[in-house]
């Protein structure tokens, strides 16, 4: 079989690409080693940026119900058990398993095919080292696919983009682990209710946060990060953080449940390699498009699906592929301030987490914040338009922080 495009995996940012090309007549398909629907493990916070960069349609995520609950605010705990909460332009929480499948759906309405239960095992390259095509491996065994461009959008784990020369196999400090789930029996009443909650506590999440997102229903979406090694699994301190006397009060406990569970990993230092090469580009999680402070990967995901595919598009109209052409996708992403931004993003989160203080640090980070509304309106920045549309945090922020907030939290180590 012949394609145009082969889209490996089809989580957003593959769902997103096979979409745009569809649209364009382009004949694409992706492959998915799992059985769909699945529910990836995430935190399930879909940012504004998604929507007011036309990414996605609110209205009609909106009008189709997929939007599991809208939320205002962000709110923080430090260790000292201080709080804030900061007004923002809020996210959307979604159940990824009904949020990945309408992006999947839109993409097959278009004309894109997606075949679930088969994995991309190899490349093919023809006798210029152009990718030409794939391995696959599914139900009905292992065939050859041709192609004249591959997107890479298998997640963290991919071992395609390591084929494929674009980056080198993650090190063990270039990834987080995290485990999720989802509860039953959250009874917080507003503003709480209504805020995306995030909580720094070593004894919870050594170097990293833990979370809770406020769905419908009295439903919520938890979750810990470990980053660097500990000597418990990540889902251990995510039941200890239920257990925690702040976080007892957020549930009734006679009808407190988790009904799904899950652990995986999140690239967390930024983008590695090169995006592109001849006949092959690299998007999402799968090159470390996930915003270092936070987590949050699938505003990137969505951006870069969307920009590896209009690449594909043009490459395809003038018929090379090479990395000469296709660099057009790495110059498209690097617009949007990503690259900087992620800079920015993972000196923020080190000069919080390093020198085994992170206790203190955080501490130092919520007084300061609570010093005037101006330092608290940055803050709000720092962790809402500096996790995902990275180009977008403000001058202001970065002379401030870098001139008076990093110094003094270097100050408690």
Aim: hydrophobic fraction near 40%.
């Amino acid at each position: 079989m012949i394609y145009d495009v082969v889209i490996s995996g089809a989580g957003p940012a593959g769902a997103m690409a096979a979409r745009v090309l569809a649209e364009a007549g382009i004949k694409v398909i992706a492959f998915d080693k799992a059985k769909l629907p699945w529910r990836k493990p995430c935190g399930g916070g879909v940012p504004e940026h998604v929507f007011s960069e036309g990414l996605l349609d609110y209205n009609e995520f909106k009008k189709n119900k997929i939007i599991d609950k809208d939320t205002k605010n962000l709110y923080l705990r430090a260790p000292s058990g201080k709080e804030l909460v900061i007004e923002t332009p809020g996210e959307t929480v979604v159940d990824r398993k009904i949020f990945d499948q309408y992006l999947r759906d839109k993409a097959t309405d278009a004309g894109a095919e997606i075949q679930d239960q088969t994995s991309v095992r190899d490349l093919i390259r023809n006798q210029d080292g152009f990718v030409s095509g794939v391995k696959i491996k599914g139900p009905g065994g292992i065939q050859e696919i041709s192609s004249k461009i591959l997107i890479v959008a298998d997640g963290v784990g991919s071992k395609l983009v390591v084929k494929g020369g674009l980056r080198k196999k993650w090190l063990a400090t270039d990834y987080a682990i995290c485990a999720v789930a989802l509860i039953e029996g959250y009874i917080e009443q507003p503003p709480l209710s209504d805020s995306m909650q995030i909580y720094i506590d070593e004894n919870v999440a050594p170097n990293s946060y833990a979370w809770l997102f406020p769905m419908a229903n009295n439903r919520a979406n938890i979750g810990i990060g470990i980053w660097k090694k500990s000597e418990k699994r990540p889902m251990e301190f995510l039941i200890r953080l239920t257990e925690q006397p702040f976080f007892k009060k957020k549930l009734d406990e006679t009808k407190f449940k988790i009904f799904w569970k899950s652990s995986y990993p999140i690239p967390i230092q930024g983008v590695k390699g090169r995006t592109y090469g001849d006949g092959i580009m690299g998007v999402g999680d799968a090159m470390g498009f996930v915003a270092p402070i936070i987590g949050e990967g699938i505003f990137s995901a969505l951006l870069t699906g969307k920009l590896a595919a209009e690449t594909a598009i043009k490459a395809l109209e003038i018929g090379d592929y090479s990395k000469a052409v296709l660099k057009e996708y790495q110059k498209s992403w690097v617009k949007y301030g990503l690259k900087e931004g992620y800079n920015f993003q993972r000196m923020m989160r080190d000069g919080i987490v390093e020198g085994g203080n992170i206790n203190e640090s955080f501490n130092k980070l919520i007084d300061w914040a609570l010093e005037d509304e101006y330092n608290k309106n940055l803050l709000g920045e720092l962790f809402v338009s500096g996790t995902s549309l990275a180009g977008n945090i403000p001058p202001e922020l970065i002379k401030k922080l870098g001139e008076e907030l990093i110094p003094k939290l270097s100050s408690s180590k």
